[in-house]
């Protein structure tokens, strides 16, 4: 079995956090701690405090809506290198959708109270996270544009 | 007759085929076989080609070849959307058509020998990288690294699905499919084709790749931004452009886009050929 790496070097693997400084990151850090989710474990449900954010680093997570008399509809899903989670940055601070691992998920989670706390005393590090962020956001946005789209569908009947 | 009408007749001629048997792909797209009602060989072709369909006292509309190149049963994938098509979906096993062609430049499996190929299709646009799929498995000691990525609307659309689950089983090759939507059913990719595209999880040598890239044209602009974000040059991207064709053989002007008919020219283009009138929105 490997040797368990410190959670700064499990950070600096991370796509998130690429040619980030020592110091921001040694700050980040402090508010992060090493989870596991089994396939079918939800990592967050809508409606909840969105008290933290995840860095995948192993396995499949689907972003789910939940629709009343229906089963969930997935309308993401995220792999390993990509970052779950936004609503811990936008007040009221509660997550918009659920997310479910759909096989054994390694991630890293930042305390949320913890982050904007260090954002708000030391604004360079709230402009290196931000600045991370404002690039995975614009990307889902533009994704989900183009889904709302339907490409594939009937010409004749694109909505 | 005079000389240049007779050098076209081969062009401008139905040639009759036989459906020898139909597939249902999924709900609205159904796949033909032919053969010459004449007895004859089908005409060879090269993947990426398009025949013209024509349905007699209906019309005729241009169609990618389906199927594979070193077949002997020419094979066709139709979406059944408009007049004609909608018509030729009620056809059977032992109706006859009319077959022009093949037509137009297809893809560049010889010069992408030596390369890494990324190939990606959304939607219907599998069915006309089908056949340089089929090109590419039998000759895959010639390519480097092979990456197919595919696109559908939802689980139900995914075109082609035990082929490209056979693909997918195969060690020499990396498939992945995504759709835009599905319930928790579907324990695939969920999402848009251009996100699949991650050398994280299947490298490629950028200046050594071709990409082979049929779609929906939205589909396939987003596909060429992000492989141009990983590097490859457009001189390395093909996009296989869908236009009004009519004649097939750049004299009816229907099909024109800029200075190139895509009929004629195409329908695979090179991006540093095509994508100065790619983005232009009033052609």
Not at chain 1, 79 to 99: C, F, M, R, T, Y
Request: glycine share 10%; net charge negative.
């Amino acid at each position: 079995m490997e040797p368990l790496k410190p959670l700064e070097e499990l950070l600096l693997e991370h796509p998130f956090f690429a040619g980030m400084e020592e110091g921001p990151r040694k700050l980040i850090a402090g508010c992060g701690r090493n989870e596991v989710f089994h396939a079918g474990d939800y990592l967050f449900r809508e409606g909840d405090t969105a008290d933290r954010f995840f860095l995948i680093r192993h396995g499949t997570v689907a972003v789910e809506l939940h629709v009343p008399g229906h089963e969930p509809l997935v309308v993401d899903t995220l792999q390993s290198g990509e970052i779950a989670g936004w609503s811990w940055l936008v007040p009221p601070h509660k997550w918009a959708n659920d997310a479910r691992a759909t096989t054994l998920v390694r991630a890293i989670s930042l305390d949320a109270k913890c982050l904007r706390g260090k954002c708000d005393d030391d604004h360079s590090v709230g402009y290196e996270v931000f600045k991370r962020f404002i690039p995975v956001i614009a990307g889902r946005l533009s994704a989900v544009r183009m889904q709302l789209m339907d490409v594939y569908g009937d010409p004749g009947k694109r909505r | 007759m005079n000389t240049a009408a007779t050098d076209l007749a081969p062009s401008m001629l139905p040639r009759p085929f036989r459906i020898t048997r139909v597939r249902r792909e999924v709900s609205d797209v159904f796949s033909w076989e032919l053969e010459p009602a004449d007895g004859g060989l089908p005409p060879a072709y090269v993947p990426g080609q398009f025949n013209m369909l024509y349905l007699h006292g209906v019309g005729e509309v241009p169609i990618s070849i389906s199927g594979d190149p070193s077949g002997e049963t020419l094979v066709h994938t139709v979406r059944a959307v408009g007049a004609v098509t909608e018509v030729m979906r009620k056809l059977g096993k032992g109706d006859e058509i009319g077959v022009r062609g093949p037509f137009g430049v297809g893809w560049p499996v010889a010069e992408a020998e030596g390369n890494d190929l990324l190939i990606v299709a959304g939607g219907l646009g599998l069915a006309p990288l089908r056949p340089a799929i089929y090109h590419v498995l039998a000759n895959r000691a010639r390519y480097g690294s092979v990456a197919i990525y595919y696109g559908a609307r939802t689980p139900a659309d995914i075109l082609f699905r035990k082929e490209l689950e056979r693909w997918r089983g195969r060690f020499d090759l990396f498939v992945e499919a995504t759709v835009d939507a599905a319930d928790i059913r579907w324990a695939g990719r969920v999402g848009v084709v251009p996100k699949l595209i991650d050398p994280r999880r299947h490298s490629f040598d950028p200046d050594n790749s071709v990409a082979m890239i049929c779609g929906p044209e939205i589909m396939m602009r987003f596909t060429v931004s992000a492989l141009q974000a990983h590097g490859v040059p457009d001189q390395r991207l093909f996009v296989s452009m869908e236009r009004n064709m009519h004649c097939a053989i750049g004299l009816c002007g229907h099909c024109q886009l800029g200075p190139e008919f895509i009929c004629k020219d195409g329908p695979v283009f090179s991006f540093d050929r095509i994508g100065p009138v790619f983005h232009a929105r009033e052609l």
